[in-house]
């Protein structure tokens, strides 16, 4: 099944996912399309001849127009709408949303932007309302500014939920978190004292994040501090750098942690809790011949070599094809009446069995998929090949 789902990955990316995810409300799947242009003009996979992360010529469902997908068929549509199209693991996450699809017979879309800001999401968002999709799962670029075109999603019927990054509680009818924000936080600035040296070591730690409207990254950057706050002795001899920002973009990433390098020659670790981020900072130490190490958020199939090497001291993840199955079973539940989105609500996620609704930190709700994995030497060739 792994191995299946690593396939299916490959071949969305390429814009290639007719076959397998037909099943998927009888439709051929569509690679990622940009907002620079209206839906409905998009070219079809088949003829553009780019892979799904060129935006500007991306597919749009099926060789056939948004408008047309939506509108063939009797069954509801689902739409994953991530903030940018530069990071693999939304695809992988739209493998898992679209397998759940597929399970229940809805038709599923993907659609994302070239650049994460919140303008280029409303865009996406504004389209696909005019025309007419049932459910929205959202990668929130930003926490606020989604409010008032998702609150008019909600308004005219369609389900929404964020997933990933959430946008805030009165923009959402409930959020899919992946594992909790302070665990994964501070499990990541523990690693980076592990690598100064442990409690007491001398050391300076550098964090390359997302961008800085992103509230996962910025919760989860929260979290790193709350720990170095919270054991005082451990990090007494510790110095940690301003955040940077490199927007989960490779080139903006990249340029962040040369700069790094540059400025802080005798940094011991950079914190990146993005996939782009910390892959990007990987190759820049490689590049550098820097003794510089990294930990943070990243795909074990792209931080497996780097591990190896011993530049990624670890990483941390969950299962992406779970995360958005989950999703998928999310936005199904709120259209079907199942939940409300309300506290001690059910969701019923197929093989991933049920989860009860609970209080989320910003006042909103949640439904909480799991436990991060850790990725070191020990079991990183467990995972490389999965995602």
């Given at each position: 099944?792994?191995?299946?789902?690593?396939?299916?990955?490959?071949?969305?990316?390429?814009?290639?996912?007719?076959?397998?995810?037909?099943?998927?409300?009888?439709?051929?799947?569509?690679?990622?399309?940009?907002?620079?242009?209206?839906?409905?003009?998009?070219?079809?996979?088949?003829?553009?001849?780019?892979?799904?992360?060129?935006?500007?010529?991306?597919?749009?469902?099926?060789?056939?127009?948004?408008?047309?997908?939506?509108?063939?068929?009797?069954?509801?549509?689902?739409?994953?709408?991530?903030?940018?199209?530069?990071?693999?693991?939304?695809?992988?996450?739209?493998?898992?949303?679209?397998?759940?699809?597929?399970?229940?017979?809805?038709?599923?879309?993907?659609?994302?932007?070239?650049?994460?800001?919140?303008?280029?999401?409303?865009?996406?968002?504004?389209?696909?309302?005019?025309?007419?999709?049932?459910?929205?799962?959202?990668?929130?670029?930003?926490?606020?500014?989604?409010?008032?075109?998702?609150?008019?999603?909600?308004?005219?019927?369609?389900?929404?939920?964020?997933?990933?990054?959430?946008?805030?509680?009165?923009?959402?009818?409930?959020?899919?978190?992946?594992?909790?924000?302070?665990?994964?936080?501070?499990?990541?600035?523990?690693?980076?004292?592990?690598?100064?040296?442990?409690?007491?070591?001398?050391?300076?730690?550098?964090?390359?994040?997302?961008?800085?409207?992103?509230?996962?990254?910025?919760?989860?950057?929260?979290?790193?501090?709350?720990?170095?706050?919270?054991?005082?002795?451990?990090?007494?001899?510790?110095?940690?750098?301003?955040?940077?920002?490199?927007?989960?973009?490779?080139?903006?990433?990249?340029?962040?942690?040369?700069?790094?390098?540059?400025?802080?020659?005798?940094?011991?670790?950079?914190?990146?809790?993005?996939?782009?981020?910390?892959?990007?900072?990987?190759?820049?130490?490689?590049?550098?011949?820097?003794?510089?190490?990294?930990?943070?958020?990243?795909?074990?199939?792209?931080?497996?070599?780097?591990?190896?090497?011993?530049?990624?001291?670890?990483?941390?993840?969950?299962?992406?094809?779970?995360?958005?199955?989950?999703?998928?079973?999310?936005?199904?539940?709120?259209?079907?009446?199942?939940?409300?989105?309300?506290?001690?609500?059910?969701?019923?996620?197929?093989?991933?069995?049920?989860?009860?609704?609970?209080?989320?930190?910003d006042g909103g709700t949640q439904?909480l998929l799991g436990d991060p994995?850790?990725?070191?030497?020990?079991?990183?060739?467990?995972?490389?090949?999965?995602?």
């Amino acid at each position: 099944m792994k191995n299946m789902r690593k396939m299916l990955t490959v071949l969305l990316t390429a814009g290639m996912l007719s076959t397998l995810l037909a099943g998927c409300g009888g439709k051929e799947a569509p690679a990622p399309v940009d907002s620079s242009e209206p839906a409905a003009e998009a070219p079809a996979a088949e003829d553009s001849g780019e892979a799904a992360g060129d935006a500007a010529e991306a597919p749009a469902a099926s060789g056939d127009t948004t408008a047309d997908y939506v509108a063939g068929s009797d069954a509801p549509t689902y739409v994953m709408i991530s903030k940018t199209l530069s990071d693999p693991i939304f695809i992988d996450m739209y493998v898992g949303f679209s397998e759940f699809c597929e399970s229940e017979g809805i038709n599923c879309m993907y659609r994302g932007t070239e650049e994460p800001t919140a303008e280029k999401e409303i865009e996406v968002i504004s389209q696909l309302i005019a025309q007419g999709v049932d459910g929205l799962a959202v990668i929130a670029s930003d926490f606020d500014a989604l409010e008032p075109i998702l609150t008019q999603a909600m308004g005219q019927g369609i389900s929404v939920v964020t997933f990933d990054s959430a946008a805030n509680p009165d923009s959402r009818q409930v959020h899919v978190e992946q594992a909790s924000i302070d665990l994964v936080g501070r499990a990541q600035m523990d690693s980076a004292l592990q690598i100064c040296g442990g409690a007491g070591a001398e050391g300076t730690i550098g964090i390359l994040s997302a961008q800085p409207e992103s509230q996962l990254h910025a919760d989860w950057c929260a979290a790193m501090l709350k720990e170095v706050e919270d054991k005082p002795e451990d990090y007494k001899n510790i110095t940690v750098l301003p955040i940077a920002y490199g927007d989960d973009l490779p080139d903006k990433s990249t340029t962040e942690a040369q700069a790094m390098l540059q400025n802080y020659p005798e940094l011991d670790v950079i914190i990146s809790p993005t996939t782009v981020g910390i892959l990007s900072a990987a190759k820049v130490i490689q590049d550098m011949n820097s003794e510089c190490k990294v930990t943070g958020v990243g795909l074990p199939s792209e931080m497996a070599p780097y591990i190896d090497n011993g530049i990624c001291y670890d990483c941390y993840l969950w299962d992406p094809y779970d995360q958005g199955y989950l999703a998928a079973a999310s936005v199904h539940s709120i259209a079907t009446g199942e939940s409300t989105g309300a506290v001690g609500d059910t969701v019923t996620a197929g093989r991933l069995g049920s989860y009860t609704v609970e209080e989320y930190y910003d006042g909103g709700t949640q439904v909480l998929l799991g436990d991060p994995i850790r990725f070191t030497k020990d079991n990183i060739n467990d995972y490389k090949d999965l995602f």
